[in-house]
């Protein structure tokens, strides 16, 4: 009977009693002799758990991080250390591996070291449980806007247009050309989002996004994954809400699913999440009355600094923080315009030791108000007509966010630096 290591630590204690001819695959974590009895630690990545196997016999030294096939009978273990424990009859070396050249030994190595192996470093258990973490919160946000009727729509990772303005896309070539006009890797999905919600409610993408923006830190990536819900009817309120239950939710999760790694990578998520929540207004003023540090020379307008964010989240309030309702200027142009024209009704959501998650806005869905800002920002009107006809036809207010999934991860896993909670992190000046 093939089985898997995470197979045998879901058979109830008391009901497995010695069952025989079991296989299991995987490797070596540590191997050792005491006379004639070998010890193994086994493990096959599917649970972060080992399962000891116990064989009695000749067997040459098995290396760390080698493959074996072992065939056996699973009984209680005699250890305190562990409840199962296998005891083999077979023990076969499918691939050796050479201590001499492997790159990961079995002793401490930094996260920056295992950066530069991305085809190995996954077998280590600090990798490993960060993308078993992963893997539980893509369910947790399937799950979360599945039970409140959001349709996950895919949008195009191609496409004609600049969403966010920013300037910072990855054109797309071919030759001869394949396209009739320039193409670019999709920054986000929002406003193919914002079509398909104005058609069918409240819908969300989950999808890969790509900016070529020269940032060199532990919070860019130039591919990074974004959940983008957009959701007719919402007002500000409504979509600042929604964040912060996803969040919510995602934690409430990972605490529940996740209990063995969040053990291993020795974070405690604690018990509530709460959050403040401010306008811009109030933190400008803040920052301008911050004593220990100086941020006095900061004025209604300008964009506020990750230092700054950092100082309003991690030190003032010392909780998530939502701020809202920024300055027009610093913000994109479909953010809907505040009546007075000086803010847009938008939020960006903070959270502690991480900074921005999530940036979210109501959607400018007056023509007259959203084709003078376009034309303020010298956009190209023409490769928006489609984006302007949900103006057109059947105009509905609607709102909507993008929450950056690798910043999420690394709020729940504790970990510093975006590289290391992503399988094959792409960024400036690497691939
Ligand atoms: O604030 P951003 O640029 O917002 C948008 O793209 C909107 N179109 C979203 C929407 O309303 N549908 O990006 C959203 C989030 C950020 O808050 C951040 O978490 C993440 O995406 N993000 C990045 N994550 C990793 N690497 C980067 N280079 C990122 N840029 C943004
Ligand atoms: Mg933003």
Redesign the pocket.
């Known amino acids: 009977m093939n089985l898997s290591v995470s197979d045998i630590f879901k058979i109830p204690i008391d009901k497995h009693s010695d069952v025989k001819n079991i296989i299991l695959k995987g490797f070596v974590r540590s191997h050792r002799q005491t006379g004639k009895i070998n010890f193994i630690q086994l493990s096959d990545g599917s649970t972060i758990k080992k399962i000891q196997i116990v064989y009695e016999g000749e067997l040459s030294k098995l290396d760390y991080m080698s493959t074996i096939i072992v065939k056996g009978t699973l009984v209680k273990s005699p250890a305190k250390q562990q409840d199962y424990e296998l005891v083999a009859d077979e023990i076969q070396c499918v691939g050796d591996c050479n201590p001499e050249k492997y790159p990961l030994p079995r002793k401490y190595l930094t996260l920056p070291y295992l950066r530069q192996f991305p085809h190995l470093r996954m077998r280590c258990e600090t990798i490993s449980s960060i993308l078993r973490i992963r893997h539980k919160m893509i369910i947790a946000v399937h799950n979360f806007f599945n039970k409140q009727d959001f349709l996950n729509i895919h949008t195009p990772l191609i496409t004609g247009s600049d969403?966010?303005g920013a300037g910072e896309t990855f054109k797309v070539t071919s030759s001869p050309n394949f396209f009739p006009r320039d193409a670019y890797l999709t920054?986000?999905g929002?406003l193919e989002?914002e079509m398909a919600a104005t058609a069918l409610g409240k819908i969300y993408t989950f999808g890969p996004t790509f900016?070529a923006?020269k940032?060199d830190t532990s919070?860019?990536?130039?591919e990074?994954w974004?959940i983008?819900p957009?959701m007719c009817w919402y007002d500000l309120d409504d979509t600042i809400k929604l964040a912060m239950e996803l969040l919510k939710y995602c934690v409430k999760k990972c605490k529940k699913w996740c209990k063995n790694e969040l053990e291993f990578l020795k974070v405690n998520l604690g018990d509530e999440m709460n959050f403040e929540i401010i306008t811009y207004e109030q933190a400008i003023d803040i920052l301008n009355k911050a004593e220990s540090v100086s941020f006095k020379e900061v004025k209604w307008g300008d964009d506020l600094s990750s230092e700054m964010e950092k100082y309003l989240c991690e030190k003032h309030y010392k909780m998530p923080l939502v701020i809202k309702n920024y300055p027009k200027e610093i913000k994109?142009f479909y953010m809907k315009q505040s009546d007075d024209g000086m803010t847009v009704n938008c939020f960006?959501l903070l959270l502690p030791g991480i900074g921005?998650?999530?940036?979210?806005?109501e959607r400018e869905i007056r023509m007259d108000k959203l084709l003078a800002e376009m034309k303020l920002r010298n956009m190209d009107i023409t490769k928006y007509e489609k984006y302007i006809d949900l103006r057109r036809f059947g105009n509905v207010p609607h709102a909507?966010?993008?929450?950056?999934f690798?910043?999420l991860i690394r709020y729940l896993t504790g970990i510093e630096h975006?590289r290391d909670v992503i399988p094959f992190p792409v960024y400036f000046g690497h691939l």
């Open positions: 969403c966010e920054v986000s929002q989002g900016r923006e940032s919070r860019h990536l130039a990074f974004m983008e957009e994109s960006d921005e998650v999530i940036g979210g806005s909507g966010f993008g929450l950056g690798e910043r975006i």
